[in-house]
T-cell receptor
Framework: SQQGEEDPQALSIQEGENATMNCSYK?????LQWYRQNSGRGLVHLIL?????REKHSGRLRVTLDTSKKSSSLLITASRAADTASYFC???????????FGTGTQLKVEL | GAVVSQHPSWVICKSGTSVKIECRSL??????MFWYRQFPKQSLMLMAT?????????EQGVEKDKFLINHASLTLSTLTVTSAHPEDSSFYIC???????????FGEGSRLTVL
């Protein structure tokens, strides 16, 4: 069964605005990852945050993890039209390479 | 970064036929690969874990006789959808675990349409 739920399901913003997506999960995890998927394409790994980390940055991306609330957020700052895609959180269990994906957020960044 | 190639990227077949999808790790060896299925506007659902040299481990609810997985070499896993029906139409994505760097790499996906 699906582990993570993301909200919002869809998000539409203007270029230059920040986009925040949230992910909640149900069981304990080794790590949580965020992926991006352009329509009809494969997944691109964005960032991984380990269970003992609380915040991580990568370029315009900022990820937080709250293991007590079993939740994570992905913030994309100064969004661009090219950021339009679906974003998925994924939690790792066992050795960490077996991933369970969240429901995803479809982000649309308009010019 | 490491590259995972899937072939074919799209396939259309008649109901009742079998379709094979290949997943190759191009510049690394992958003892473990994963197969996912994705319906339109939905998330990825893990179907099975493909282990080189041994039987695949299927997730609950996935018919192993329907979705045959073979991982005969360290760079190739295949998924065969047997006796395909329209409800099998979906986007199938594989991923390969690069153990040296500890990262999972995804293929570009294969879109199956069963008429």
């Amino acid at each position: 069964s699906q582990q993570g739920e993301e909200d919002p399901q869809a998000l539409s913003i203007q270029e230059g605005e920040n986009a925040t997506m949230n992910c909640s999960y149900k069981t304990s995890i080794n790590n949580l990852q965020w992926y991006r998927q352009n329509s009809g394409r494969g997944l691109v790994h964005l960032i991984l945050i380990r269970s003992n980390e609380r915040e991580k940055h990568s370029g315009r991306l900022r990820v937080t993890l709250d293991t007590s609330k079993k939740s994570s957020s992905l913030l994309i700052t100064a969004s661009r039209a090219a950021d339009t895609a679906s974003y998925f959180c994924a939690t790792g269990r066992g050795g960490g390479n077996k991933l369970t994906f969240g429901t995803g957020t479809q982000l649309k960044v308009e010019l | 970064g490491a590259v995972v190639s899937q072939h074919p990227s799209w396939v259309i077949c008649k109901s009742g036929t079998s379709v094979k999808i290949e997943c190759r790790s191009l510049d690394f060896q992958a003892t473990t690969m994963f197969w996912y299925r994705q319906f339109p506007k939905q998330s990825l659902m893990l179907m099975a874990t493909s282990n080189e040299g041994s039987k695949a481990t299927y997730e609950q609810g996935v018919e192993k006789d329907k979705f045959l997985i073979n991982h005969a070499s360290l760079t190739l896993s295949t998924l065969t959808v047997t006796s395909a029906h329209p409800e099998d139409s979906s986007f199938y994505i594989c991923s390969a675990w690069e153990g040296w760097v500890g990262e999972l790499f995804f293929g570009e996906g294969s879109r199956l349409t069963v008429l």
